[in-house]
């Protein structure tokens, strides 16, 4: 995809129209370290060998002579002239589209530095679809680019004294500010002069960027500062943080805790140019058939409506891939009935889990979009309760993939306890009268209810801490705690998890944790210290979420048969004591079948599993999934083979 951007760029491509069994892919740069780096992706990816040409008064180009070449690249998009030149939507969202964007920027990008500040990355191409596309591309990274047309018709002359002819209005793309870094870190330049000139705009302070819109409540407050005149005397938009700095330096009264919100919201602001009335007073909805989503100038767009009735109660999750999960980025998303979903939608749920965004490609549509939440899933056993002694995964219909990637696993049982059961039914039973209390007070011309009563009733039953208030916590504690550990924080969970490691240390012991959830008890003791709104966290924070990681364990990660921890009975669905017996009625049956011509005899086979000290209805369950999973057949009535 690198090589595929610089022909975009400054590459061309010459089919013949007669057969098209002739064809002339070139690229021309005067950056000879990139005609070499291209020579080089063309041997190891089509095993031809171009060399740098060079002619008086032309750029330096290397020439690829191949028909099959030349159509691969017109395939994808690649024209001759460039006018309309567009990439194939499928590599739009490609896994490494990086690359390309890379080739491209090396061809036609270039870095604007300015020591009075202002300095940005553009991108000049004459397609203006080509334009729009590497705009969204950039967005899909976290890079924002402005794009606007220049008219660049007319002759110019260069530095070096070549005049140079231009017939086609230009599309820019710039990007400033903090886009410069995100630019930076995601994709940035092969060329070394512009890496070069990259790293040196890349975290300067003072440069031009987004506006954020309170410069007229800034100037309406009462403060005032000489060092930030313009903005308080006269109401201009400051940057995200030149606002901070006003915040930090300046009284601004009622209007701070707007401003506050204002520069802090995960927002990004664009200036209204103008708002021109149509003179039309139809609205249309537009939805795409089947998934009532679709794609506008790089936003996600769904009829929510339809959404809610078809794609949730009908079971078109379709939405749910790019919907729920996405619209709860730095949140958290709760799923119930995760064992009823689609596999496709199993599929997008275990993409976000692991990599933090879906990937999406329907009905015209392609898109990898950000899903960096948590989640929160409810399931059901496959027989309606759970049965402790027998292995989880056996118990629910998800692929152990998606299982191991929770970093708890709680199962909820319901066992009868009187006391439980009274006050759960009193609660349930208080519940429901202060809601028929206010329909009667609210729905009734002369009800017969005192307002005391409904108050009482009500405050019985209101939660203990305000739901208001609880949110307004969680989002203070998410922003403003980033806790870190301290020394006695990390000895406990290290010793914690080296313990538990140590007893897999047997050479026939199963393996009782992997990496993948001390990493989660990290996360947790992080979590523990968010809720006390501490930056460290403490021991206090570890014990207690060792505690409740051991408690997961003992629920969900002990193998029913020996009662040791085993890693595997999530990680896999299978526990070390099953695979072991799976393996050895599986050399049993080899052994047998060598006896008798038509297989190994069955009942034989439990036979002998029973002298190993094998429980018969296990043998039978085992032989039963091995026919299942293809691994043995029957060429007779009571008989098995292995495959």
């Not at 390309?100 to 202002?118: I, N, W």
């Not at 790089?298 to 999750?317: C, L, P, S």
């Not at 209101?462 to 989002?475: E, M, R, S, T």
């Amino acid at each position: 995809l690198y090589l595929l951007g610089l022909v975009f760029g400054d590459g061309d491509i010459r089919l013949s129209e007669r057969d098209g069994n002739r064809g002339t892919v070139r690229i021309s740069n005067g950056d000879e370290a990139l005609l070499e780096r291209a020579a080089t992706i063309v041997k190891e990816t089509f095993d031809k060998s171009v060399e740098i040409e060079y002619q008086e008064d032309r750029v330096p180009c290397i020439r690829l002579h191949s028909a099959t070449v030349a159509r691969l690249f017109a395939n994808v998009g690649m024209t001759t002239p460039k006018d309309d030149l567009a990439l194939a939507p499928r590599l739009t969202t490609a896994e490494h589209a990086d690359a390309f964007l890379r080739g491209l920027m090396d061809a036609d990008g270039s870095v604007s530095v300015r020591e009075t500040g202002g300095s940005s990355v553009q991108l000049s191409t004459v397609s203006e679809e080509l334009g729009r596309q590497v705009q969204l591309m950039l967005a899909t990274y976290g890079v924002h680019a402005k794009r606007r047309e220049r008219d660049r018709r007319g002759t110019y002359e260069l530095e070096d004294g070549q005049t140079i002819e231009s017939t086609s209005v230009q599309t820019h793309l710039e990007m400033y500010g903090e886009d410069i870094d995100t630019y930076a870190e995601a994709i940035g330049f092969e060329s070394s002069e512009k890496q070069a000139a990259l790293d040196r705009i890349a975290g300067e302070v003072d440069r031009k960027g987004e506006r954020v819109p309170v410069g007229g409540a800034i100037a309406a407050a009462d403060g005032s500062s000489s060092a930030h005149y313009s903005y308080t005397a006269r109401g201009s938009h400051p940057g995200r943080d030149r606002a901070r700095s006003i915040l930090d330096d300046v009284d601004l009264g009622d209007a701070t805790e707007t401003i506050e919100e204002a520069v802090g919201a995960d927002l990004r602001y664009e200036e209204v140019a103008a708002a021109v009335d149509t003179g039309r007073k139809q609205l249309y909805d537009l939805t795409v058939p089947e998934s009532h989503n679709f794609l506008g100038n790089g936003i996600v767009t769904h009829n929510t409506a339809a959404a809610v009735q078809d794609d949730f109660g009908d079971g078109q999750e379709w939405s749910l891939e790019a919907g729920a999960l996405v619209l709860a980025d730095r949140g958290i998303a709760a799923v119930d009935e995760l064992d009823k979903m689609e596999s496709s939608d199993r599929s997008a749920m275990h993409e976000a889990l692991e990599q933090q965004q879906i990937s999406i490609s329907k009905a015209g549509i392609n898109a990898t979009l950000k899903s960096r939440c948590s989640l929160l899933g409810a399931a059901n056993p496959k027989y309606g309760r759970f049965d402790q002694y027998e292995p989880i995964g056996e118990q629910i219909d998800l692929e152990p993939a998606l299982i191991s990637r929770f970093d708890l696993i709680f199962t909820v049982t319901d066992k009868p306890d009187e006391e439980e059961d009274r006050r759960l039914a009193e609660h349930i039973l208080n519940t429901n009268y202060a809601g028929e209390l206010s329909t009667q007070q609210a729905e009734m011309t002369s009800p017969d209810v005192d307002p005391g009563e409904v108050e009482a009733a009500t405050e019985e039953v209101d939660p203990v801490i305000d739901p208001g208030l609880l949110q307004k916590y969680i989002a203070y504690a998410k922003q403003n705690c980033h806790p870190r550990m301290t020394d006695a924080a990390r000895a406990a969970i290290q010793e914690f998890y080296t313990d538990l490691r140590a007893k897999g240390t047997d050479e026939n012991a199963p393996v009782p944790v992997t990496a993948r959830k001390l990493e989660a008890t990290v996360r947790l003791a992080e979590a523990s210290a968010k809720v006390r709104l501490s930056d460290e966290v403490t021991r206090e924070d570890a014990e207690r979420v060792i505690e409740i990681v051991r408690s997961c364990l003992k629920d969900v990660g002990v193998d029913p048969e020996s009662g040791d921890f085993d890693a595997d009975v999530v990680e896999t669905g299978t526990s070390k004591t099953q695979r072991d017996r799976i393996q050895n009625i599986r050399t049993l049956i080899s052994e047998i079948q060598g006896e008798y011509d038509v297989g190994a005899p069955i009942d034989v086979v439990i036979e002998r599993g029973e002298d190993l000290n094998m429980d018969r209805q296990k043998i039978e369950h085992e032989i039963e999934k091995l026919k299942k999973q293809g691994e043995l057949y029957q060429p007779d009535n009571d008989h098995v083979r292995t495959t």
